[in-house]
């Protein structure tokens, strides 16, 4: 039995993101396509992160000519998350497609999670809810072997224009049992070239599966508020396959939260160390996290040097209302000391949550600018499916629920503010942002003449920006 997987990350959907040129494999994808291999299916992928058209899907769907197309997304890439149209628009377009054919369409994502009687009204036969490999094996051997789909745990599907779902699955906790990857799949060419342009080539993993906080705007529709992890044996072993099979010079770890116990990282550090392994890799934390133990020296000594934390902002206030669990004073503690021990912090901001207001907002650019990280990215607040930010705004959501893209940063609910602020807001803190860390250079001596050229035409970009700053300081 033929399955032919594919996803719907489509990079040129993205401009933001096409134009960054830092792609990662659909990690996710793969995983499953491993799991299904090793039960004795034979598997192929199309990889649309380089395609310009769902279409271009054809040929292989021709030659291939699957039983099956599973249309699985990168569970591990944050931007699955906020379910952009265009993206949603492409996988309705390889349904349609795979069904011309008679090929028969299982959908796992967030979004088909979230809006599963959309993707059937579109012609998919199955969707399958949540974490996905269990029951991708259990639909497939039941599809293989005549059975009846209703008895399969995780799924929803339509029977007698009537959709249904099935008893939820419980959540998979032996993570080390599943194979690792099929990077074997994957052409890796088209993602190292991409990566040219910044001298290096990084490279995805994952250690871990959920986030046990509670973030009210984080929606978590694949692996929930449980918090699973491999062991540091098994993550290092995947690592020594993946340099057999290619180069690369860096490790981005796509968990939520990477090493949420002391003892984890501590393992980790020692293992890389036992196999003779050097690695350079950035991850995701939080604040709190980091000051416990010696997680930092430990991060350290493993090859990680850069952190990124949800920051989102510098006001206690609007911390509070998010439920995230941190607090100012420990984003600053654990900046100053991953600074001091060599790591580079680096900030999610996050603007136009609830009740915010021009003086949360000085305290979260106060924060910025006073701690001034390694790097930064910013957002206004997303109202995702499934979480309690979400039900609070979307009476004021309308018709429009999602991003065409994630560059478009639309506000989508009332704020104290216009989508327009917002987005001259975002605008005004990357230049002010890049204006001071050059400016900081000069001062240091260590820039060249092109880059004050830089630094005075970032100058003469931000000045109707800093009119903005003025009027409402």
């Given at each position: 039995?033929?399955?032919?997987?594919?996803?719907?990350?489509?990079?040129?959907?993205?401009p933001k993101?096409?134009a960054?040129?830092?792609?990662y494999?659909?990690?996710?994808?793969?995983?499953?396509?491993?799991?299904?291999?090793?039960?004795?299916?034979?598997?192929?992928?199309?990889?649309?992160?380089?395609?310009?058209?769902?279409?271009?899907?054809l040929?292989?769907?021709?030659?291939f000519?699957?039983?099956v197309?599973?249309?699985?997304?990168?569970?591990?890439?944050?931007?699955?998350?906020?379910?952009?149209?265009?993206?949603?628009?492409?996988?309705?377009?390889?349904?349609?497609?795979?069904?011309?054919r008679?090929?028969?369409?299982?959908v796992?994502?967030?979004?088909?999670?979230?809006?599963?009687?959309?993707?059937?009204?579109?012609?998919?036969?199955?969707?399958?809810?949540?974490?996905?490999?269990?029951?991708?094996?259990?639909?497939?051997?039941?599809?293989?072997?005549?059975?009846?789909?209703?008895?399969?745990?995780?799924?929803?599907?339509?029977?007698?224009?009537?959709i249904?779902?099935?008893?939820?699955?419980?959540?998979?906790?032996?993570?080390?049992?599943?194979?690792?990857?099929a990077?074997?799949?994957?052409?890796i060419?088209?993602?190292?070239?991409?990566?040219?342009?910044?001298?290096?080539?990084?490279?995805?993993?994952?250690?871990?599966?959920?986030?046990?906080?509670?973030?009210?705007?984080?929606?978590?529709?694949?692996?929930?508020?449980?918090?699973?992890?491999?062991?540091?044996?098994?993550?290092?072993?995947?690592?020594?396959?993946?340099?057999?099979?290619?180069?690369?010079?860096?490790?981005?770890?796509?968990?939520?939260?990477?090493?949420?116990?002391p003892?984890?990282?501590?393992?980790?550090?020692?293992?890389?160390?036992?196999?003779?392994?050097?690695?350079?890799?950035?991850?995701?934390s939080?604040?709190d996290?980091?000051?416990?133990?010696d997680?930092i020296?430990?991060?350290?000594?493993?090859?990680?040097?850069e952190?990124?934390?949800?920051?989102?902002?510098?006001?206690?206030?609007?911390?509070?209302a998010?439920?995230?669990?941190?607090?100012?004073?420990?984003?600053?503690?654990?900046t100053?000391?991953?600074?001091?021990?060599?790591?580079?912090?680096?900030?999610?901001?996050?603007?136009?949550?609830?009740?915010e207001?021009?003086?949360?907002?000085?305290?979260?650019?106060?924060?910025?600018?006073?701690?001034?990280?390694?790097?930064?990215?910013?957002?206004?607040?997303?109202?995702?499916?499934?979480?309690?930010?979400?039900?609070?705004?979307?009476?004021?959501?309308?018709?429009?629920?999602?991003w065409?893209?994630?560059?478009?940063?639309?506000?989508?609910?009332?704020?104290?503010?216009?989508?327009?602020?917002?987005?001259k807001?975002?605008r005004?803190?990357?230049?002010?942002?890049?204006?001071?860390?050059?400016?900081?250079?000069?001062?240091?001596?260590?820039?060249?003449?092109?880059?004050?050229?830089?630094?005075?035409?970032?100058?003469?970009?931000?000045?109707?920006?800093?009119?903005?700053?003025?009027?409402?300081?």
């Amino acid at each position: 039995m033929k399955v032919l997987f594919t996803h719907s990350y489509f990079l040129q959907f993205d401009p933001k993101q096409w134009a960054l040129s830092k792609p990662y494999p659909p990690l996710g994808t793969i995983q499953a396509a491993s799991y299904l291999r090793e039960n004795n299916f034979e598997v192929d992928l199309f990889d649309v992160s380089f395609s310009s058209s769902p279409l271009e899907i054809l040929p292989k769907l021709d030659s291939f000519a699957p039983a099956v197309l599973v249309i699985y997304d990168d569970g591990f890439n944050y931007l699955t998350k906020m379910c952009l149209t265009k993206m949603r628009e492409a996988a309705f377009d390889m349904i349609s497609e795979a069904k011309k054919r008679g090929i028969h369409v299982v959908v796992a994502s967030s979004d088909s999670t979230d809006q599963y009687e959309l993707y059937l009204s579109k012609g998919a036969d199955e969707i399958i809810l949540g974490e996905g490999e269990i029951t991708l094996l259990a639909l497939m051997n039941c599809l293989k072997n005549e059975g009846e789909v209703p008895t399969i745990e995780g799924i929803a599907y339509q029977t007698n224009n009537e959709i249904k779902k099935s008893p939820k699955r419980p959540i998979y906790t032996e993570l080390d049992n599943l194979p690792i990857p099929a990077w074997d799949l994957i052409d890796i060419k088209p993602y190292q070239e991409a990566w040219k342009k910044h001298g290096y080539f990084s490279v995805n993993l994952a250690t871990t599966r959920g986030c046990p906080y509670k973030c009210n705007w984080c929606a978590k529709p694949i692996y929930g508020n449980r918090y699973n992890t491999r062991s540091p044996q098994h993550v290092v072993k995947e690592i020594q396959l993946m340099k057999s099979l290619f180069d690369f010079e860096h490790i981005w770890f796509g968990d939520d939260i990477f090493g949420l116990k002391p003892s984890w990282v501590q393992e980790f550090n020692q293992e890389l160390k036992r196999q003779g392994v050097k690695i350079s890799y950035k991850i995701q934390s939080r604040a709190d996290l980091l000051l416990k133990d010696d997680t930092i020296e430990n991060l350290r000594e493993s090859g990680c040097d850069e952190v990124w934390i949800g920051a989102e902002s510098g006001s206690q206030k609007i911390l509070d209302a998010m439920d995230k669990g941190t607090t100012v004073e420990q984003i600053i503690e654990s900046t100053q000391l991953m600074k001091k021990l060599g790591l580079k912090p680096c900030f999610f901001l996050q603007f136009g949550y609830l009740t915010e207001t021009w003086e949360d907002i000085k305290l979260t650019l106060k924060l910025l600018f006073d701690q001034m990280p390694h790097d930064l990215g910013v957002s206004v607040s997303y109202p995702l499916p499934g979480t309690k930010f979400f039900d609070l705004v979307k009476a004021e959501l309308s018709n429009k629920s999602h991003w065409e893209d994630s560059d478009e940063l639309l506000l989508m609910y009332k704020s104290t503010y216009s989508p327009d602020f917002y987005k001259k807001l975002h605008r005004f803190i990357h230049k002010r942002f890049r204006q001071k860390q050059i400016l900081t250079r000069i001062k240091k001596g260590d820039l060249s003449n092109l880059g004050r050229w830089i630094y005075f035409k970032i100058m003469s970009n931000v000045n109707y920006l800093q009119l903005l700053w003025l009027k409402r300081g």
